[in-house]
């Protein structure tokens, strides 16, 4: 029954995309295995895109500013660099699109800063560089951002070859030689296309000549080794931070056939996987602390931490308990420590049990 169940909620229509021949018996067992195991995938996926995303974002941002800065300095005396340097245009990536040179570009710039002004934050360069999308960067690298001999079709802003060797300074072949505009411009909307693949729960080995199973894991192995060697040619000190975290090595342990051996034997025994029950009782960490009362008015009092020895405030207002107030100098409470409010510099004790 689990099996019939998880795929009732799951749809026959989604599941369908697993049954792939070359891949398993297109049993609806062995085709939920390959469900999870794409889900174990993606999930593996998501800390490389992010670093990926991160970095390209930045790296564009950051050589826009610094090869006009570069400029200033080669062409004013440096009295004046200051002055100059002040007005480069910090939000050129939203300045340059209007809804005619490009729709799709000005209409993400347009969500984005109404997404800003909907969470309370101001529209600064860097939140609204966060908040635009990664294909909005990859799309900065394509052929409407190059130089054109075409004055019937000049570039909307012109970003490539001149910012090449500030965004990618390590993407060089085999020889040295630097790698060309296009070439990593492809290498970015493949890897958009994964991640739209991914964000829209579909199989990432999902193409039309794979033999068998091996070519589907190859296909992922291309996939990631992509992510690497991009994030590489921005700054290879970033690949650290997926290092740190073993997720290569877990992509790699994921990437074989007895893991996928093993995700299609999933379905076999899930009647004896236990229910999920009480999950967050038996992992949330208990914060409360224990302190003692050493000072009282009328409208507040002082709690002294017993562990730390650190100075916590409190009021009737933070209480849960009308039995919690009023307190009395000198008696053992617990209470949930909080980041100090308005009232005062101490952190706060609130839900005070005596």
């Not at 409208?299 to 017993?306: D, V």
């Not at 409010?341 to 101490?346: I, L």
Request: some cysteine; glycine content about 4%; overall charge positive.
């Amino acid at each position: 029954m689990p099996v019939k169940s998880i795929i009732k909620t799951l749809s026959n229509s989604r599941l369908s995309t697993y049954k792939q021949p070359h891949l398993c018996d297109v049993s609806d067992e062995q085709s939920l295995g390959l469900y999870v195991w794409n889900k174990q995938l993606s999930g593996l996926f998501y800390p490389v895109l992010q670093v990926l995303e991160v970095s390209l974002r930045n790296a564009i941002n950051n050589a826009y500013i610094e090869y006009h800065e570069q400029l200033v300095e080669a062409n004013y005396q440096p009295q004046d660099w200051a002055k100059e340097k002040a007005k480069i245009d910090q939000f050129w990536f939203s300045n340059s699109y209007t809804n005619q040179n490009n729709s799709k570009g000005f209409q993400q710039i347009v969500k984005a800063k109404k997404d800003l002004v909907r969470e309370g934050k101001a529209i600064t360069p860097d939140n609204l560089i966060a908040k635009l999308t990664f294909g909005f960067w990859v799309h900065l690298t394509d052929k409407n951002h190059r130089s054109s001999q075409s004055l019937a079709n000049p570039p909307i802003i012109e970003l490539w070859p001149k910012l090449n060797n500030f965004v990618f300074p390590y993407a060089k072949d085999l020889n040295g030689t630097s790698l060309s505009i296009n070439h990593i411009s492809s290498n970015l909307f493949e890897i958009n296309r994964l991640r739209n693949r991914i964000a829209h729960h579909e199989p990432i080995w999902k193409a039309t000549d794979l033999f068998d199973s091996d070519d589907s894991i190859n296909m992922v192995i291309s996939h990631y080794e992509r992510c690497l060697k991009v994030i590489h040619w921005i700054n290879p000190n970033n690949l650290k931070l997926l290092s740190v975290i073993d997720n290569d090595k877990l992509m790699g342990i994921a990437c074989t056939q007895h893991t996928l051996w093993r995700s299609k034997m999933l379905a076999s025994g899930l009647y004896s996987v236990p229910d999920i029950i009480k999950w967050k009782e038996r992992h949330e960490i208990n914060t409360r602390r224990k302190g003692e009362v050493v000072s009282v008015t009328a409208n507040y009092a002082i709690i002294r931490c017993k562990k730390s020895h650190q100075i916590f405030y409190t009021n009737q207002s933070m209480q849960k308990r009308r039995k919690a107030w009023p307190l009395t100098v000198g008696i053992d409470v617990t209470f949930i420590p909080k980041p100090a409010s308005a009232q005062g510099n101490h952190p706060n004790a609130t839900q005070v049990k005596q």
